[in-house]
C-alpha cells in the first residue's frame, strides 16, 4: 500500500485568508484525490488530480474556491480560497494504487 | 449516481462480543466493497474489501459478507478489542478488477466502542 503524508496536520485560518494543503505519497500514482470530511460526517469527495491534466471537480464545488495543482505523480496541492467557518473540516489526500484507494492522516482546518 | 446507506450509526459492545454492521447500496453496477476504519485524529485505513465474485471474505477476526440479490454487504468483528474502538465506513463501486476506476461512494460511518 501506498504511504501518504499531508501537510499541515492542522491550521487555525482566519476567514478570508487562504491555505495550501500538501499531500507527498512514496511511489508514484496516476490518480489523486482530494476530499473533505466535516465533523461526524462521511467523506465526500472534492476533485480527482490525474498528472498532466485539470483537475475534475464533483458536484458542489469549483476550482475558483479550491483550486488542485498536480506538478507530478507523488505530489499534489489543494487550495482552501476565501475561507468561511464553514469551510472547517479534515481534508483528505487519497490515492488509487492496485485496485484499491488509500488515505492520508488529514489535515484539520478550522476557520475562525 | 451509487447511494450508500449504512447502520447503525454508533454501536457499543463488551470486549470479547461480536460486532456486525450493514450496509446497503442502489446501484447494481457496484461490484466492489470496501471497508475502511478511522481511528481518532487519523485517515481512513481499508481493513478488508470484497468484490462481487464472492460472497464472503475473512481475515483473522474480520469478515465480510456480500449479498448481490439484496444489494446489502456486513461487516462482522469477532473478539472484539479495546482497539477495535474507531469510526467504520462502508464503501461501494462499479470499479471492476483490472478495470478503470470508478468512484467511490462511502456510508455515512459507524462509531464502534468496545468497552473494556
Known sequence: SAVISQKPSRDICQRGTSLTIQCQVDSQVTMMFWYRQQPGQSLTLIATANQGSEATYESGFVIDKFPISRPNLTFSTLTVSNMSPEDSSIYLCSVEGAGEQYFGPGTRLTVT | ?116
Open chain 2, 1 to 116: 449516481g451509487e447511494n450508500v446507506e449504512q447502520h447503525p450509526s454508533t454501536l457499543s459492545v463488551q470486549e470479547g462480543d461480536s460486532a456486525v454492521i450493514k450496509c446497503t447500496y442502489s446501484d447494481s453496477a457496484s461490484n466492489y466493497f470496501p471497508w475502511y476504519k478511522q481511528e481518532l485524529g487519523k485517515g481512513p485505513q481499508l481493513i478488508i474489501d470484497i468484490r462481487s465474485n464472492v460472497g464472503e471474505k475473512k481475515d483473522q477476526r474480520i469478515a465480510v459478507t456480500l449479498n448481490k440479490t439484496a444489494k446489502h454487504f456486513s461487516l462482522h468483528i469477532t473478539e472484539t478489542q479495546p482497539e477495535d474502538s474507531a469510526v467504520y465506513f462502508c464503501a461501494a463501486s462499479p470499479w471492476g478488477a483490472g478495470g478503470g476506476y470508478q468512484k467511490v461512494t462511502f456510508g455515512i460511518g459507524t462509531k464502534l466502542q468496545v468497552i473494556p
